[in-house]
């Protein structure tokens, strides 16, 4: 009798570690970064995830993307900028850097421009990061003459 006591409650008890195991959600797996996609939007927009971008999103493949910088304090506002950052996946106190001076040149001339990134996987895309500080797109002036002379 207590044997069969014994058995019933091992199975028992082996049922319901079982049927835990069964309803318990798998542990997330994050994807590896292969790229990473920078959008410049307009000012009015306030939010990268509801407004469009003006002009298609540039991707940057990891290979492109230099992370282990030092932080920096980006200026309030800035003119033809010619990289981004954002804060090192694996560091947030160090910055990931790329070159985006042709993206830029490729804009029209305005102002206040705002960027936001997003980390693209192999299948899946993170959502867009909070808007940069804003940027101008200007023309820039011709070159200073050399050597000015009068006869």
Same mark, same amino acid.
């Given at each position: ?92 106190? !160090? ?43 200007? !023309? ?12």
């Amino acid at each position: 009798m207590r044997i069969r006591m014994l058995a019933i409650a091992l199975r028992l008890i082996t049922m319901l570690v079982l049927l835990f195991l069964s309803v318990t959600p798998a542990a997330a797996q994050v994807e590896p970064t292969v790229s990473y996609s920078l959008g410049i939007f307009a000012s009015t927009v306030t939010d990268p995830n509801v407004g469009p971008p003006v002009a298609a999103p540039v991707v940057y493949p990891v290979a492109q993307v230099t992370c282990g910088q030092p932080k920096i304090v980006p200026p309030v506002t800035i003119s033809n900028p010619t990289e981004a950052r954002f804060d090192d996946p694996s560091n947030a106190t !160090l910055d990931c850097r790329f070159t985006i001076a042709p993206q830029v040149t490729a804009l029209p001339i305005g102002t206040a421009y705002r960027a936001a990134s997003r980390a693209n996987g192999a299948t899946v895309t993170s959502a867009w990061s909070t808007l940069s500080n804003p940027f101008d797109r200007a !023309l820039t002036p011709p070159p200073v003459p050399v050597n000015t002379r009068v006869r």
